[in-house]
T-cell receptor
């Protein structure tokens, strides 16, 4: 049981390049989330998914797209990277929206856009 | 909207000192409250939680009580260790099961 895994761990992009971050969970969780962590800002929600085939915008969705084609995977895409997207990205999953369910976090992806 | 405010860091303490990290929240209703911890180079781990008013969450010597009168969820530990050095995040549960975080408080414990 690996929990939540993220690929890659580190990446450097040039402005305008594109990339996809992969999040995978093996806990059969319905809900998945993408957050970004910036110094002094805490974590902010980018997009989330309440089940396979569904996605929704969070607090800071601009410049990102997501897909949830399979229940266990949640992909975060940057179509044209900008320096403002330099951040650490965390994926999380949760079994349902119920009050008792815990969110499990992946180890993060550190992205630098030059 | 819902939000979380926690004390600014960094906080530097000597081993065995008492720790308090203040956290207050603004929310509609009474959402579940959490403390997460992030050790250097790692993701976030749930430290403790409280799901209703007056609940006390506890784990690894850390405690926090859900106070609706003061809209607070302060984190405390009676005797910190060097291994407690980390960044601590207070959070509340949003309407879609997401978490709304405070900005984090970095704790450094010196031997």
């Amino acid at each position: 049981n690996a929990g939540v895994t993220q690929t890659p761990k580190f990446r450097v992009l040039k402005t305008g390049q594109s990339m996809t971050l992969l999040c995978a969970q093996d806990m059969n969780h319905e809900y998945m989330y993408w957050y970004r962590q910036d110094p002094g800002m805490g974590l902010r929600l980018i997009h989330y998914s309440v089940g396979e085939g569904t996605t929704a915008k969070g607090e800071v969705p601009d410049g990102y797209n997501v897909s949830r084609l399979k229940k266990q995977n949640f992909l975060l895409g940057l179509e044209s990277a900008a320096p403002s997207q330099t951040s650490v990205y965390f994926c999380a999953s949760k079994i349902t929206t119920g009050g008792r369910g815990e969110q499990y976090f992946g180890p993060g992806t550190r992205l630098t856009v030059t | 909207g819902n939000s979380v405010t926690q004390m600014e860091g960094p906080v530097t303490l000597s081993e065995e000192a008492f720790l308090t990290i203040n956290c207050t929240y603004t929310a509609t209703g009474y959402p579940s409250l959490f403390w997460y911890v992030q050790y250097p180079g790692e993701g976030l781990q749930l430290l403790l939680k409280a799901t209703k008013a007056d609940d006390k969450g506890s784990n690894k010597g850390f405690e926090a009580t859900y106070r609706k009168e003061t809209t607070s969820f302060h984190l405390e530990k009676g005797s910190v260790q060097v291994s407690d050095s980390a960044v601590y995040f207070c959070a509340l549960r949003g309407s879609q099961g997401n978490l709304i975080f405070g900005k984090g408080t970095k704790l450094s414990v010196k031997p």
